[in-house]
């Protein structure tokens, strides 16, 4: 089976944990697999979309496009199906407003329906979907996975020295920290040497705390999180963040981390409160939750270890290739229209 994967670009979080990471796996599998990063210029994507009869199944991810390329793709493609992670009707500018785009939204609707499948991430994006998709059972939820291969649990820690609240994440969602500077500011004046490390191409000032930055690089990623005696994942909750995957929550409870996150959808997906993790709501509780974790390397510990295993159980990139290429073998089985 040959499959295209029709990509934006290849360092984007979406493209690496929703295609790329796949890749060794389909390939083990048998699937021969190919990677086209979308080109500049109309004719370039022409060509591109021209091509989806080379191939069994075409994988059009994230991508909206505009109805001559959209409706190619669909003529010459055996199998289309459209793969997104994001509210993607939706735009966000540099101040961080959401509006609704309607150029946007006509473009996923006609999307929706003229693919053979749509995958996505959650339930919210899922009903999104359903709603235009005509045939709802044509709509998949496939949560974003971990290849556990690369993450070894980070060892217990020695009791006492000074411990690391840790956040890892793109630039544009570094702004959630914000949420937590009054929280952090106190418990710097509280325990001597907590320091908070940021790992984000971007810097943050925080009054009263001490603060490590550290760039993102990828391949130090799995090296940074594990320098985490606790790791946040704060968030706010709009109609932008409740599409959103919390990748970071993955890489975290993969490396056995201690996680407090923010009591949203995107965080509930992965998070039980209590069991391997905490999700909060209030400032009050962020410092509650975060005080008992730094006095306590046994909680640390045994928290940490029980977001390994709910990660192993649920959301490893092993139990997630069969529902893929089960999917692929139902689409290409279909009588073609």
Known sequence: MKVLFLTGRNDNPSTRWRILQFLPHFQKA???????EWPGGMLAKLSLAGRGGEFDVVVLQKRLLPKLLINRLRKTSKVLIFEFDDMVTLKKNDEGTVKDSPTRDRRFRRTVRLADAVVTTNEYLASVARRVAGDPERVH??????????????????????????WMGTSPNLHSMDVLKSP????????????????????????????VHKP?????????VRSFDIAVAP??????????????????????????????NA?????RDGENGYLVGTLAQWEERLSKLIEDPALRHDLGARARLS??????????????????ERLLALPRK
Do not use: H
């Open 30 to 36: 048998g699937l021969g697999c190919t990677v086209e």
């Open 141 to 166: 939820v496939f949560p974003t996975v971990i290849d556990l291969a690369r993450w070894e649990p980070r060892p217990p820690r020695e009791t006492g020295g000074a411990v690391t609240i840790g």
């Open 267 to 271: 965080n509930r997906l992965y998070l």
């Open 184 to 211: 952090l500011a106190r418990l710097c004046r509280r325990y001597e040497g907590l320091q908070v490390k940021i790992v984000c191409e971007q810097t943050l000032a925080m009054d009263g705390v001490r603060l």
């Open 216 to 224: 993102f690089a990828m391949a130090e990623e799995v090296g940074d």
């Open 235 to 264: 968030l706010i909750e709009d109609p932008w963040t409740r599409g959103k995957v919390s990748t970071k929550l993955l890489a975290y409870l993969a490396a056995g981390l201690p996680i407090v996150a923010s009591d949203v």
């Open 311 to 328: 990660v192993e159980r649920d959301f490893s990139i092993d139990s997630a290739v069969p529902k893929y290429l089960s999917l692929f």
